[in-house]
T-cell receptor
Framework: GIQVEQSPPDLILQEGANSTLRCNFS?????LQWFHQNPWGQLINLFY?????KQNGRLSATTVATERYSLLYISSSQTTDSGVYFC???????????WGLGTSLAVNP | GAGVSQSPRYKVAKRGQDVALRCDPI?????LFWYQQALGQGPEFLTY????????KSGLPSDRFFAERPEGSVSTLKIQRTQQEDSAVYLC????????????FGSGTRLTVV
């Protein structure tokens, strides 16, 4: 089945720094989502992005479907950005999301 | 409701006990999903409902796991004769339509089997 790999696995930032998280996937996908799981376990949908670029405040995402990767940019990071960032994809005709292992981000004040 | 609501938030079960986990999706959402998330892992798909129909249960790990959504709204995930390996966070998500679309997740139920 399709494989989803995220990098880096862990990231520590100083407040105010910028970062780029990467998601590679092994086969064509119908769609891709980025989620943030906060330290209390709540999963928040950040972007639904099969291709192209989207921006929401300090966050933006770019998916290049033909090259099978997506990037999540975090600018001017804040301590509230801490948590785990997941990339998840749909492939084929089934409706299940296939998830990466996540990037664990800690933003220090 | 305004979001996806799951209850209980935490559940401790003795090994061999049966448990029932509840999910209240966003009102009007057609699609409902259950995922299992082990510590340090991404969520793993369990099952999918479209209204009351369970269209995919390929992710249920054994016949001890059973899910239902009898009226196409609230769903219950039941685990019989719980085992320690069932300890995980169980996440419910819903989406408005049946086409590829963004999910909204509940806060999850953390199950600990002792």
């Amino acid at each position: 089945g399709i494989q989803v790999e995220q990098s880096p696995p862990d990231l520590i930032l100083q407040e105010g720094a910028n970062s780029t998280l990467r998601c590679n996937f092994s086969d064509s996908v119908n769609n891709l989502q980025w989620f943030h799981q906060n330290p209390w376990g709540q999963l928040i949908n950040l972007f639904y992005i099969p291709s192209g670029t989207k921006q929401n405040g300090r966050l933006s995402a770019t998916t290049v479907a033909t090259e099978r990767y997506s990037l999540l940019y975090i600018s001017s990071s804040q301590t509230t950005d801490s948590g785990v960032y997941f990339c998840a994809v749909w492939a084929g005709n089934n409706r299940k999301l296939i998830w990466g292992l996540g990037t664990s981000l800690a933003v220090n004040p | 409701g305004a979001g996806v609501s799951q209850s209980p938030r935490y559940k401790v079960a003795k090994r061999g006990q049966d448990v029932a986990l509840r999910c209240d999706p966003i009102s009007g959402h057609v699609s409902l999903f259950w995922y299992q998330q082990a510590l340090g892992q991404g969520p793993e798909f369990l099952t999918y409902f479209q209204n009351e129909a369970q269209l995919d249960k390929s992710g249920l790990p054994s016949d001890r796991f059973f899910a239902e959504r009898p009226e196409g709204s609230v769903s219950t995930l039941k685990i019989q004769r719980t085992q320690q390996e069932d300890s995980a966070v169980y996440l419910c998500a819903s989406s408005l339509g049946t086409s590829w679309g963004g999910y909204t997740f509940g806060s999850g139920t953390r199950l600990t089997v002792v």
